[in-house]
């Protein structure tokens, strides 16, 4: 049967090479979920429908932050099951080990302006309501919806040199907060490497606000 490992090792080496794979790979994966969302309001049995459920409870339940990420990866990935199509479950399967850490990162910067997660499960929630009531397009909007900001959205330090230190960064924007978690592994690492690979503030400023594009239905 098919599978996902080469697809899986293939972009868990995009992003090992270049920082900019990170955000393509975010990309792809927000552009791919929209549409499983459509899908599955479409075709999602009841038993896929309970199962999404089941895991929104477990989000709600869950008593640290692994447990919470490993329910909502089985929420997301539920949703893929539910499209129905094969293919994109085997993409978004071979996403998830690479971009597990800024899965992981992405949540502590929501804590960060936000003082618990109840409005990140609603927004899970949101997306579930449109599924169930099968109406495909609300679904899409409702997935575009859940890339949002925290109510309360902090900062990352500017670089130097950078011309426009003010400038906002939604810390709740999971694209921002993986860019975050590749500053801190290359912190350390030599002026040319980090220029070699465009880690730059201007490459944040240029990623951000790009996340609804192709999200207005």
């Known amino acids: 049967a098919p599978n996902a490992t080469l697809l899986r090792d293939f972009f868990s080496s995009s992003v090992r090479r270049d920082a900019a794979g990170l955000l393509e790979l975010l990309d792809v994966r927000l552009a791919i ?3 499983a969302a459509e899908l599955a309001a479409r075709h999602a049995t009841q038993a896929q429908l309970d199962s999404l459920e089941a895991a929104l409870q477990a989000m709600a339940d869950a008593p640290d932050d692994d447990a919470f990420t490993a329910a909502d990866m089985r929420f997301h990935h539920g949703i893929t099951e539910a499209s129905g199509n094969r293919m994109i479950r085997l993409l978004v399967e071979g996403m998830a080990e690479p971009l597990e850490v800024g899965r992981r990162q992405s949540l502590r910067g929501y804590l960060q302006g936000a003082p618990d997660l109840d409005g990140l499960i609603a927004e899970h929630r949101a997306v579930f309501d449109r599924i169930a009531a099968r109406d495909a397009s609300g679904a899409a909007r409702a997935r575009c919806a859940s890339t949002s900001a925290p109510p309360a959205a902090t900062s990352f330090a500017p670089s130097p040199g950078d011309p426009d230190p003010a400038a906002p ?4 924007d999971p694209r921002f907060v993986a860019v975050a978690a590749i500053y801190n592994v290359v912190e350390s690492a030599p002026t ?3 220029d070699a690979i465009g880690l ?3 490459r944040l400023r240029a990623v951000r606000g790009t996340n609804d594009r192709g999200c207005d239905r």
Request: proline fraction near 0%; aromatic fraction near 0%; avoid cysteine.
């Open 192 to 194: 040319d490497l980090v």
């Open 200 to 202: 730059s503030s201007q």
């Open 33 to 35: 979920e929209v549409h």
């Open 169 to 172: 960064r939604r810390a709740g």
